[in-house]
């Protein structure tokens, strides 16, 4: 079956600017994840949902960031005014709750941003 | 304190050979996950092996085997009959089943290269 997807696969925007970048679960899985890679690092958690609603955004670094998720399926992670540091691979993954530290995330191919 | 640690930033292992990819993780909970994914060049994360905390046998998967050592809280990665394809990214992760984010937090990752 088809895997979670992402787009753009590449943004490239003026700093200030506002993003929004897209994720589509795996059909039929409950949670969805997005994560923050930069370059020669692992990547970093933002935020989690569990249905449509967001269970977790301790790792959203500030309120420039927002994502939702209004039908429990695609996500949109929201970027305002952007900044240079915000340059970065964004990762979105999407499990099958199963149980909090079994549950294996399977990751999009990821969306390059680039904010000049 | 850092909650998952990979001490090997580089390795280049000669094809067919065996390699094992070091990993240390730090948590106070009895429940938790870990996970090894292998991110090649082309940038998607590839879920590749899962070990419980409460498992017993160390978990495998095809060429992949996971080095479970409770009580040195260490999850070492083991790659048999290594290929050219293996090189790329290889990361690993912890979910704690407790408290704590509800996302993966990953290690910083090693660089495997394999030499023909």
């Known amino acids: 079956g088809a895997g979670v997807s992402q787009t753009p696969s590449n943004k490239v925007t003026e700093k200030g600017k506002y993003v929004e970048l897209r994720c589509d679960p795996i059909s039929g899985h409950t949670a969805l994840y997005w994560y923050r890679q930069s370059l020669g690092q692992g990547p970093e958690f933002l935020i989690y949902f569990q249905g449509t609603g967001a269970a977790d955004d301790s790792g959203l670094p500030n309120d420039r960031f927002f994502a939702v998720r209004p039908e429990g399926s695609v996500s949109t992670l929201k970027i305002q005014r952007t900044e240079r540091g915000d340059s970065a691979v964004y990762l979105c993954?999407?499990?099958?709750?199963?149980?909090?530290?079994?549950?294996?995330?399977?990751f999009g191919p990821g969306t390059r941003l680039t904010v000049l | 304190a850092q909650k998952i640690t990979q001490t090997q930033p580089g390795m280049f292992v000669q094809e067919k050979e065996a390699v094992t990819l070091d990993c240390t993780y730090d948590?106070?909970?009895?429940?938790?996950?870990l996970f090894w994914y292998k991110q090649p060049s082309s940038g998607e994360m590839i879920f590749l092996i899962y070990q419980g905390s409460y498992d017993e046998q160390n978990a495998t998967e095809g060429r992949y085997s996971l080095n479970f050592q409770k009580a040195r809280k260490s999850a070492n990665l083991v790659i048999s009959a290594s290929q050219l394809g293996d090189s790329a990214m290889y990361f690993c992760a912890m979910r704690e089943g407790g408290g704590g984010a509800d996302g993966l937090t990953f290690g910083k990752g090693t660089h495997l290269i394999i030499q023909p």
């Open positions: 993954a999407s499990s099958l709750i199963i149980s909090r530290s079994t549950d294996t995330q399977y």
């Open positions: 948590t106070s909970d009895q429940s938790y996950g």
